[in-house]
């Protein structure tokens, strides 16, 4: 079992940064895929980004490409999504996910079996 607690969200300008940061307890974090997700009010919680087991491939939504990386820290168990040159369009709530199957379409919500309580990020105009 892997809890997740996500932090780092905020109020933050258009063209600001936030960076958003998941602890993960239990001792096999880094067995995990690890991913990102967002959800914006009345709308579908969308991937973000997704980082293999070994930190290794990155993957990204084309929405977010250039502006996010995602990165994680196997030994303090703790994955990151920093976020450049926000926009309004970015604001929703941010969910961080942990996958231990190595196949599947990453990009689904189904494919993650463990979730966090969410973050807000809000970017005004």
């Known amino acids: 079992q892997v809890q997740l607690v996500e932090a780092g969200g905020g109020l933050v300008q258009a063209g600001g940064s936030l960076r958003l940061s998941c602890a993960a307890s239990g001792r096999t974090f880094s067995l995990y895929a690890m991913g990102w997700f967002r959800q914006a009010p009345g709308k579908e919680r969308e991937f973000v980004a997704r980082i293999s087991w070994t930190g290794g491939s990155t993957y990204y939504a084309d929405s977010v490409k250039g502006r996010f990386t995602i990165s994680r820290d196997n030994v303090k168990n703790t994955l990151y999504l920093q976020m450049n040159s926000l926009k309004p369009g970015d604001t929703a709530v941010y969910y961080c996910?942990?996958?231990?199957?190595?196949?599947?379409?990453?990009?689904?919500?189904?494919?993650?079996?463990?979730w966090g309580q969410g973050t807000q990020v809000t970017v005004s105009s």
């Open positions: 996910t942990a996958d231990r199957k190595r196949s599947g379409d990453y990009r689904l919500p189904g494919q993650y079996e463990h």
